[in-house]
């Protein structure tokens, strides 16, 4: 089945900086990938997602980049802000074709952005 | 709508008790998913089902059991709990047929401690 890697499993950066997560996966035919994020005590919540036909995608402050001959994948913060503090989750799957849409998640990163 | 919605929030059972946690979707979502959440092990899939009727096993199956008996709600059980099985659970649904999204839309967790 397949296997997401994430790193590091721990992140501390200083308020304005920016913060980059990497996650590899093992099954060539995973096509969509995830990033989620978990602040203390709540649900995980979708920030932004990447297929497998796009090399990048943004969405304001946040970016997430694909490179699907490596089979690794980023998430990319940028200007961090304290409510940026959580743990980030990345996933992969196969989408269509029967796949049921199962995710498989990465270990997590703690991030924390110190005013 | 209130999503996905998870009952009880927090429960206490001693070893060899039995209990049903309930999840509950109201937007109509063919998938749900049944997660377990260690720390600093992500979040690993339990059961899954794709429709009303269906289930499917995940990851860590073992000691847990399931049913979508409507499509609606997922139930998941555990008959015999084990101090094992002390984590945060998290249902999730995800694949509105006719919309192309794969974003998988999580509870807000049970917290169990088997004692």
């Known amino acids: 089945g397949e296997n997401v890697e994430q790193h590091p499993s721990t992140l501390s950066v200083q308020e304005g900086d920016s913060a980059v997560i990497k996650c590899t996966y093992s099954?060539?035919?995973?096509?969509?990938f995830p990033w989620y994020k978990q602040e203390l005590g709540k649900r995980p919540q979708l920030i932004i997602d990447?297929?497998?036909?796009?090399g990048e995608k943004k969405d304001q402050r946040i970016a997430v980049t694909l490179n699907k001959t490596a089979k690794h994948f980023s998430l990319h913060i940028t200007e961090t802000q304290p409510e940026d503090s959580a743990v980030y989750f990345c996933?992969?799957?196969?989408?269509?074709?029967?796949?049921?849409?199962?995710?498989?998640f990465g270990k997590g990163t703690l991030l924390t952005v110190n005013p | 709508n209130a999503g996905v919605t998870q009952t009880p929030k927090f429960r206490v059972l001693k070893t060899g008790q039995s209990m049903t946690l309930l999840c509950a979707q109201d937007m109509n979502h063919e998938y749900m998913y049944w997660y377990r959440q260690d720390p600093g092990m992500g979040l690993r899939l339990i059961h899954y089902?794709?429709?009303?009727?269906?289930?499917a096993k995940g990851e860590v199956p073992d000691g847990y059991n399931v049913s979508r008996l409507k499509k609606q709600n997922f139930l998941l059980g555990l008959e015999s709990a084990a101090p094992s099985q002390t984590s945060v659970y998290f249902c999730?649904?995800?694949?509105?047929?006719?919309?192309?999204?794969?974003?998988?839309?999580f509870g807000p967790g049970t917290r169990l401690t088997v004692l």
């Open positions: 996933a992969a799957s196969k989408r269509g074709g029967g796949s049921n849409y199962k995710l498989t």
């Open positions: 089902s794709v429709g009303e009727g269906t289930t």
């Open positions: 999730a649904s995800s694949y509105f047929p006719r919309l192309p999204t794969d974003t998988q839309y």
């Open positions: 990447i297929r497998s036909n796009v």
């Open positions: 099954d060539s035919a995973s096509n969509y």
